[in-house]
């Protein structure tokens, strides 16, 4: 069934000799060689299933090097590409035929990462198109003629395998600062000889990359590349030279998938695009594209609802739309939005923890480092939990209506349990109504009132404006609790601390009682972001923090983002302890004893979160003989990532 309400999302188009169901792709994310290492094999395997079950026209493995000496970023274990008996061909061929089953095209990302690489000692030095050491310390050699020849040669062998394995097709990457966009981009290029100069010349090996891999598919199968609308770097490759690109290659390929930045610089260029980037940020770019070549074009890059996916093939910007963290967040984008479901797709926050950093960065237990803030079970493995069914229906009473609770309630109902929620307030979303004022969380409000509307359509008891007594809750005789009864500001004994605010009132309360000049006391996560929000305001904002750093405990992405803003928007002062304040200001000393006093109109304290332990623990005495499960803020200051999972894992347990 056709949902109405997004025609042009919904519409089958050709790509090449294939024809599409609709307009929504599964970006290339996890890379082809994780099926060689155990726990990254599982997330692939889950994310692909989940995608092309999910509704999705393609769905693309991401990142594969063409050999493991020289185009391999990361010390994945080789794959033979010429032998058919290693053990990756059955794998990839599993992961084509789990896309396909379900009715998406299946393809598969072909990439060498020339001299965007680290020096690791396992492998070959790196090689470009020219001679210099990388901003990591790794020497490139620039390649010749017979570097060249091995390189198609490669691209040309890989995409043998792939197709036969089962690929529908292959991408070819162009873009990310890998080695075909190294020769493109005079940035990286300054080559005198044929394949440096002018951008016919600088394209020539690629080009002969895309001949090698377009004759080794032969004309029925599909040939995707992968561009950088714009490099977003000082001296990078723009959208005209792209889209001029793109015309030279159109006889060749079946289609242009645009995204954006370098890899070495992932957050800042926009190609991992944070919660501070608009949604949508690169329709622009392949618009121009789009406007260059008769060819169906994609586009990627922070869309997260089939409104705007609509709007931007409505408006000729793309022909596809691709999704990357959005379908982590929920796979079921498509055929939610396509069954007339879309107020329950839940919407991805750009937060970052499914993107802990690079795998350089990681540490060797992956399994601790995947998450979704939102999506309780997209790196989850565990069978006997995913499996688990109730014995019965059990009387479960949740106490709290923050994330954590609602996410806990739904989830019980949902299992067939007989639930009440009770919230002290007079509206569930706890803590999370900040986002309602913050206008950088305005995905994160949206997961907040979709956890709500949840709770509305289901058969859950809930009870606002009370806060339940021990008492109350011990007279009840449930089968099982849930507390999930949160925290409350830590209110540090500073002098004058009465001349300071909270930091939840510069959200809940008018603006107006703020003052021009503010200084935040407290540069974790939560004052830096409130800090952020004050600026955009119009007020002069200086963040005094203790510690070295402001935002130690953001995901890693998220506060490169966050700090770039912070840079451009407000005054960060760290290493310095306030130990005062007054009306007009408050008065800090440094490690060295040196006293300093910071005028200010308002200062307002962000010193973190403390678990409402007293509560909590005469709740658990008044129900001793049931499970009772503590979630959230309730154990210690949680983000959204605990309070969803935590919330999830609770009612799966109750059996």
């Known amino acids: 069934m056709i949902h109405d309400k997004f025609p042009n999302l919904f519409s089958p188009i050709k790509v090449g000799t294939h024809t599409y169901k609709n307009r929504i792709v599964g970006a290339p994310i996890y890379c082809g060689p994780f099926v060689s290492l155990p726990f990254l094999s599982d997330v692939m395997a889950k994310a692909v299933e989940e995608r092309s079950r999910g509704g999705c026209a393609q769905v693309t493995v991401g990142e594969t090097p063409v050999d493991f000496e020289y185009a391999n970023k990361d010390p994945f274990p080789p794959i033979d590409f010429s032998d058919y008996k290693d053990p990756a061909f059955g794998k990839l061929g599993a992961l084509a035929q789990s896309i396909k089953k379900n009715g998406a095209i299946a393809m598969i990302e072909l990439n060498h990462c020339g001299g965007a690489r680290l020096p690791l000692p396992e492998l070959k030095p790196p090689i470009g198109p020219m001679t210099r050491v990388n901003e990591f310390g790794a020497k490139i050699t620039a390649m010749d003629r017979a570097m060249m020849d091995t390189v198609v040669d490669e691209f040309a062998t890989c995409a043998n395998f792939m197709i036969a394995a089962g690929f529908d097709g292959v991408m070819v990457h162009c873009g990310h600062g890998w080695l075909l966009h190294e020769f493109l981009s005079a940035r990286t290029n300054t080559r005198t000889d044929e394949y440096g100069g ?36 000082e001296h990078g490759m723009g959208v005209e030279e792209t889209a001029a690109f793109a015309k030279m290659i159109e006889p060749l390929v079946d289609s242009i998938h645009v995204s954006v930045g370098i890899y070495r610089e992932p957050v800042l260029s926009g190609m991992f695009n944070s919660l501070f980037e608009l949604h949508g940020l690169n329709a622009e770019l392949s618009a121009a594209i789009r406007k260059a070549v008769s060819i169906p074009v994609t586009v990627v890059g922070g869309i997260n609802s089939p409104e705007l996916a609509e709007q931007l093939i409505a408006e000729g910007k793309c022909d596809f739309v691709a999704l990357g963290r959005q379908l982590t967040a929920d796979p079921d984008f498509a055929v939610k939005a396509e069954t007339g ?95 309602d004022a913050d206008d950088h969380k305005g995905d994160l409000k949206e997961f907040k009132d979709l956890m709500i509307r949840r709770v509305g359509k289901r058969k859950i008891d809930v009870v606002l404006g009370q806060e339940l007594t021990p008492e109350e809750l011990g007279a009840m005789k449930a089968d099982a609790v ?100 007054a009306r007009n200001g408050v008065k800090t000393v440094n490690a060295e004893g040196k006293e300093e006093f910071i005028p200010a109109d308002t200062v307002v304290y962000a010193l973190g979160m403390r678990p409402n332990r007293k509560e909590t623990e005469m709740l658990r005495d008044a129900v001793k003989d049931v499970p009772v499960y503590e979630i959230g803020d309730c154990v210690r200051a949680a983000k959204v990532y605990e309070a969803v999972k935590e919330g999830y894992l609770a009612a799966m347990s109750i059996l």
């Open 198 to 233: 002018s951008l016919a010349n600088r394209a020539k090996f690629p080009i002969r990359v895309i001949q090698a891999v377009r004759e080794a598919l032969g004309k029925d199968l599909i040939l995707e590349v992968r561009v950088s609308g714009d490099e977003r770097v």
């Open 341 to 435: 479901r879309e107020d329950d797709i839940v919407r991805c926050t750009r937060c970052f923890k499914c993107l802990p950093g690079t795998l350089e960065d990681v540490i060797d237990d992956l399994s601790t480092l995947f998450g979704c803030s939102v999506n309780p079970e997209a790196f989850l493995f565990d069978k006997a939990i995913l499996e688990s069914k109730p014995a019965a229906s059990r009387k479960v009473v949740v106490v709290g209506g923050g994330i954590a609770g609602m996410e806990a309630a739904v989830v019980a109902a949902d299992r067939g349990h007989q639930v009440t929620l009770y919230e002290k307030d007079n509206k569930l979303g706890g803590l999370l109504i900040f986002a």
């Open 482 to 581: 849930i507390l999930a009864t949160g925290s409350t500001p830590i209110e540090p004994r500073i002098e004058g601390l009465e001349n300071a605010v909270p930091v939840m009132d510069i959200y809940l309360k008018s603006l107006d009682a703020v003052g021009k000049r503010v200084v935040m006391v407290g540069g974790g996560l939560v004052g830096s972001e409130a800090g952020l929000h004050l600026a955009a305001r119009g007020r002069q904002v200086t963040i005094v923090e203790m510690l070295d750093k402001v935002a130690p405990e953001s995901y890693p992405f998220h506060r490169m983002a966050l700090v770039h803003e912070m840079d451009r928007m407000l005054t960060s002062r760290t290493g310095l302890k306030v130990v005062s304040i």
